[in-house]
């Protein structure tokens, strides 16, 4: 693959090693709500003193989204921010574990979620540092990814694993036009996504990750970011 070009080309799992070449890590920080948003009502009113926030960063690939979001949340929320990020890629991860510049408060795993053996490493994080549950956890343009490798079921169960283990959860769903390229991609590849044409959540599965959340996982949306260039929103669910 040319790494010179904007040219995603065509990975099962998403896990594009020159990711940050076609999607900018700092535009999509400059797309985040201020503090209000990321604390629960009434630690947004007074002072959060030194009690660290907790992230899950899930899909962190090499970790650049990462770095930037903990600076964000350090400057913004003005306390310690700790974050672990977890990758299905453990190529990824080595790289995001060499250009930490912040080793003391970023961690990274090599973790599948639905594997409920790596997700122990997820638990262990907690149980680490006294902790029930993470203040946020992230989920940046990988429901796709989960969603076509694991069906409607997969993607339900990814979603409710995390919901549980977060007071907020951040979504940045892909559309159903990116399924659609990443079909056609792999197929120009000589593979393809069996599970596709088996789909039920298909052209409103922006729309079904959002009913899913909130019926079925008692979350309510308190933010939509505006459209990124690939029309992806961000949205903050509370519980």
Known sequence: MD???????????????????????????????????????????????????????????????????????????????????????????????????SPEDISYACVDVLNEEAFETVKGYLELNKRQKFDVICCYSITMWIHLNHHDEGLQLFLKKLSNLAELLVVEPQPWKCYQKAERRLKKAGETFPLFLQLNWRSDVELQIQNYLEKYLDRRKIFESTPTKWQRKICFYRS
């Open 3 to 101: 790494m010179r070009n904007n040219d995603p080309g065509a990975l099962q799992y998403g896990n594009f090693f020159n990711y940050y070449q076609f999607n900018s890590a700092s535009e999509r920080v400059k797309l985040l709500p201020d503090k209000d948003v990321w604390l629960p009502p009434s630690d947004s009113k007074e002072s959060p003193g030194n009690s660290p926030y907790f992230v899950l960063d899930v899909g962190c690939n090499c970790g650049v989204f990462t770095q930037l979001l903990y600076k964000y949340l350090k400057e913004n929320l003005q306390r310690p921010v700790k974050i672990l990020g977890v990758d299905i890629d453990n190529r990824l991860i080595q790289r995001a574990l060499e250009e930490n510049e």
